[in-house]
């Protein structure tokens, strides 16, 4: 056991990689079993850090300052010259998300099983090496090790979206990985600054020594702390996205393939916050706090605007799109209120990173919904019309299974009390409120525009009539199936109401099969398949809906000292932290 928890980390990260080159030489017909045979053992595999949490010490290589917060420690020699290292480890705030990339990833390779028909060896590879780089980034202590992995993350991103995304896939994958390359070139350049202001000789990129060296030039010379913390902060606020650095995510998020647009709305943006909770605020305590209030208005903003953008959109992917921009404005405000509440400072944090989940899960799952109605309509319409809220209606009548999965998963999303979403909202806006009211009411506006624009769409797509419902739609299907005649033997459809249209003659040769119309399959409920899929999401929303004390104990401690304790340290201690 004592083996296993030495290495771990390196387990979840390097199994999908070798899991990928497994893949790779399948037969292509087992191509996707594999994947998914190792995309779930990596999952179980996962479940030890939580199994094992308590019995593990946070102290694993002893050490001082930021190294002893940290669970599953590994650490081994890179590239001793330049002093970069591997180290590996894990706290409160890092494994729930590790949990949650190994949690999906399974799940969306088997809710693509049947969406992706083409190259489907390589969508699989991809999503592995996806789920290795994500891993990685919420693993490393070592910032050139952690560069390496958000990099890293960017190439299977990029070729998932371009190679299996839709009409403009190959516009939002240049944009996203544009975006992404300029605020991460900027972050590089402040980690080697921050190198190379180290004594020579003892100069190192690990975790504690580069944030020793930031704390010290913060106490000597803020103005260059202030250039530094905003290379960071810009990397990692376009990685969110946090307002106005925004504009990749609605064109990436519709044009990504299901599978894809999950991993990004659950996990890749998740990345961002991570690091201003591990790195950028961390590193420059007094000037992060300096600027909250810059980066709260600016998250307000982004809870408002995403908010209405989403109430006036028409496409259901955009819509989602704009929505996840509004609710990880809102985490985004939860981390920096933290810095500036006299009271409670850790409520905002830990709600902050409970909400990351929250959302990875109620955003993920309803993704991965619009993506099952957009998978039944691909053959019969463009992508773009498929996307259409007002193509839908009635769905409550045809799809019920469907319709019950999206109702739990649209309720956690605006926050229904007894769903996960409700638990992290309350506790961002209670640490808000302790750094001031109107931040706590900004946050607010953007939880109550969130019902009114998720409940209208909901109505649509469930209790609405549309007219394409109205004549080729669901209803002309699904209530109205005429009697037909089959090679002289009579077959008759389900129960009908009175109509004047007349039966339906078709030739001998005509079979079963073919007479059904061809639209009748935009509107079967979900599969066992996709139930499973779906169910099991939805299932831990609603366990961290009910019982939130197990994922709290988790978060808690480390939310109050370790990574989080520094941001929050009171303004007289700066120099204090600087010597540690």
């Known amino acids: 056991m004592a083996q296993l928890n030495a290495l771990i980390l390196s387990c979840l990260i390097f199994c999908p990689v070798a899991g990928a080159l497994l893949v790779a030489v399948l037969p292509r017909d087992a191509a996707k079993w ?5 995309a779930a053992f990596n999952f179980v595999l996962s479940l030890h850090l939580v199994a094992n949490w308590g019995e593990v010490s946070s102290a694993l290589l002893g050490g001082t300052g930021a190294g002893k917060d940290f669970h599953f420690q590994e650490m081994r020699e890179w590239l001793p010259q330049l002093g970069v290292s591997y180290h590996l480890g894990v706290d409160g705030i890092s494994v729930l998300l590790v949990l949650l990339t190994t949690f ?35 693993c490393a202590l070592d910032v050139i090790l952690f560069y390496v992995f958000w990099e890293a993350v ?32 900027l972050m590089w350049a402040a980690m080697l600054y921050l190198y190379f202001m ?40 376009i990685k969110a996205p946090v307002f106005p650095l925004h504009s990749w995510l609605p064109d990436a998020y519709t044009q990504a393939p299901t599978a894809a647009t999950v991993m990004l709305a659950a996990v890749l943006s998740k990345m961002g916050i991570y690091g201003f909770l591990r790195f950028a605020i961390p590193f420059f305590p007094e000037t992060a706090r300096g600027l909250a209030p810059i980066f709260i208005a600016l998250s307000i903003i982004g809870v408002i605007y995403g908010a209405l953008v989403a109430t006036a959109q028409t496409d ?32 905002a944090t830990t709600g902050a990173t409970l909400q990351m989940v929250n959302h990875g899960l109620s955003t993920g799952a309803l993704f991965l919904l619009a993506g099952l109605l957009l998978e039944r309509r691909r053959d019969e319409t463009r992508e773009d019309e498929a996307r259409e809220i007002h193509r839908y209606g009635g769905l409550a009548q045809l799809m019920p299974r469907f319709t019950v999965l999206f109702w739990v998963a649209l309720f956690a999303s605006i926050g229904l009390p007894g769903l996960n979403g409700f638990i992290g909202e309350y506790l961002i806006l209670q640490g808000a409120m302790n750094a001031g009211f109107w931040y706590a009411a900004g946050g607010a506006t953007g939880v109550i525009l969130g019902a009114i624009y998720m409940l209208r769409m909901f109505r649509t797509l469930m209790f609405g009539e549309t007219r394409e419902a109205a004549a080729d739609g669901p209803n002309a299907h699904a209530m109205t199936a005429p009697e037909t005649t089959i090679s002289g033997a009579e077959v008759r459809g389900p129960e009908a109401p009175e109509t004047d249209a007349p ?48 994922f709290l104990n988790i978060i808690k401690p480390d939310a109050n000292t370790g990574a989080a304790a520094t941001a929050l340290a009171p303004r007289n201690d700066t120099n204090q932290l600087a010597q540690r």
């Open 34 to 38: 594999g994947a998914l045979a190792v």
């Open 316 to 347: 259901i992917k955009k819509l989602l799109a704009y929505s996840s921009i509004s609710h990880v404005a809102l985490i985004v405000l939860g981390v920096f209120a933290a810095l500036l509440a006299t009271r409670d400072a850790a409520l």
């Open 198 to 237: 180290q004594p020579v000789g003892a100069r190192s990129f690990g975790y504690a020594a580069i944030g020793d060296a930031a704390r010290a030039l913060e106490g000597s010379n803020g103005a260059v702390a202030l250039w530094l913390f905003a290379a960071f902060a810009l990397a990692f606020a």
């Open 154 to 185: 960017l190439i299977p991103t990029y070729i998932l979206i371009v190679g299996w995304g839709g009409a403009r896939r190959a516009a939002a994958g240049i944009k996203f990985f544009l975006y992404t390359m300029a605020g991460s070139v």
């Open 503 to 550: 039966s339906m003659v078709l030739p001998e040769t005509t079979t079963a099969t073919d007479t059904m119309p061809t639209r009748s399959a935009a509107w079967r409920d979900v599969t066992p398949r996709e139930t499973f899929v779906l169910a099991a999401v939805l299932a831990v929303i609603v366990w961290i809906g009910v019982a939130p004390q197990s």
């Open 104 to 138: 999906l990833t399974p799940l969306v390779m088997l809710a693509s099983w049947r969406a992706v028909t083409q190259r489907s060896k390589e969508f699989v590879v991809c999503l592995l090496l996806l789920e290795a780089a994500a891993v990685g980034v919420f």
